[in-house]
């Protein structure tokens, strides 16, 4: 088969389109023949050399995709060759086949083509489990997404809204606010020309997030920790602005709040089965029905993934970035 190799670390142009050996379904696995794949930040840095896949895992770049089964490992059940599925994945999304653990495996959801549903399994994991699963998001709270108009966080905007939540997003741009606005974001916020800690004060009457889910790091630790109201929850995902920031302890005691941070890549198997099980079961319905949809920015070639990297690199996108084999 062909995939997305990285014979050496560097920019998008170390992204290179070769012929690799078929992988093999092992005992509970099945084999995915690929349609399409999306991609992450997580991607770009695995092209950089700064986060290598988990032992075991492919070493293409992928985290995520949609496309058929075409064998079973052994002891699967509950799935069939021909099954039109998408699947979290540790990587080898990047491809024309990947073996995956079969709970990780997702069917694509009623009303999505198979394409578009490449767009939704790492996403909704991760805004479930972190979110909902850790951070326990309710009906009434506030929830302030940054990044509202990446792939999480336009889904974390409808999934938010989905269970009566009041959300705040950060975005760079009129044009990203605009798109959260109209997926139901209630206070839009345009971190290059205001201070979110106080536009989140101000939207709340001084109460301050219920719930932050955060993919910058270390830049936003303090301010995260300082929008937070009493009870707040903040949800670390990422590291776009750096991994060390310093943190005031006495503020986190004062509000009586909890940080977290999680990856989904490296989690044992039945955690990750765990959590699609879960979105299966929550997030599935709400996507069939049509109150949540992936938002897909654009679409290339699987060949074209340096593009596609710029295009990330860039962030003049909104939602996600699919490749598609042609």
């Excluded at 975005?171 to 020309?193: M, Q």
């Amino acid at each position: 088969m062909y995939a997305i190799t990285i014979p050496e670390p560097g920019g998008p142009e170390a992204l290179v389109w070769a012929e690799v050996p078929d992988p093999v379904p092992g005992e509970g696995e099945v084999l995915i023949e690929v349609v399409a794949t999306a991609v992450n930040r997580a991607d770009l840095l695995q092209r950089q050399g700064l986060y290598n896949p988990p032992p075991g895992a492919p070493s293409y770049p992928g985290l995520e995709c949609s496309g058929r089964i075409v064998a079973l490992g052994s002891g699967v059940s509950g799935w069939a060759v021909g099954d039109e599925v998408c699947a979290l994945l540790a990587g080898g999304g990047y491809a024309e086949k990947v073996a995956v653990p079969a709970g990780q495996l997702l069917p694509v959801p009623e009303g999505i083509e198979l394409r578009q549903a490449a767009a939704l399994p790492e996403v909704t994991c991760t805004v479930w489990s972190n979110v909902f699963m850790i951070a326990h998001l309710r009906p009434g709270e506030t929830l302030l997404a940054h990044g509202g108009s990446s792939g999480i966080g336009t889904m974390a905007i409808q999934l938010a809204k989905a269970v009566g939540a009041k959300v705040a997003v950060t975005a760079g741009t009129k044009e990203k606010l605009d798109y959260c606005a109209g997926l139901g974001a209630d206070v839009l916020i345009n971190y290059r020309e205001q201070d979110f800690v106080e536009e989140v004060r101000e939207a709340t009457a001084g109460a301050g997030a219920d719930v932050i889910l955060d993919n910058m790091g270390a830049k936003y630790l303090d301010r995260n920790v300082q929008a937070l109201g009493v009870n707040g929850r903040l949800a670390i995902i990422g590291m776009q602005g750096g991994v060390q920031g310093e943190l005031n302890i006495n503020a986190l005691l004062r509000k009586q709040a909890a940080i977290t941070a999680t990856s989904l890549r490296a989690r044992p198997l039945a955690e990750k089965a765990a959590i699609v099980a879960a979105v299966r079961e929550h997030v599935w319905p709400l996507i069939s029905s049509g109150r949540v949809r992936p938002v897909v920015d654009r679409e290339l070639p699987m060949s074209e993934a340096a593009t596609a990297h710029r295009v990330l690199d860039e962030s003049g996108h909104i939602g996600k970035v699919l490749l598609v084999r042609s």
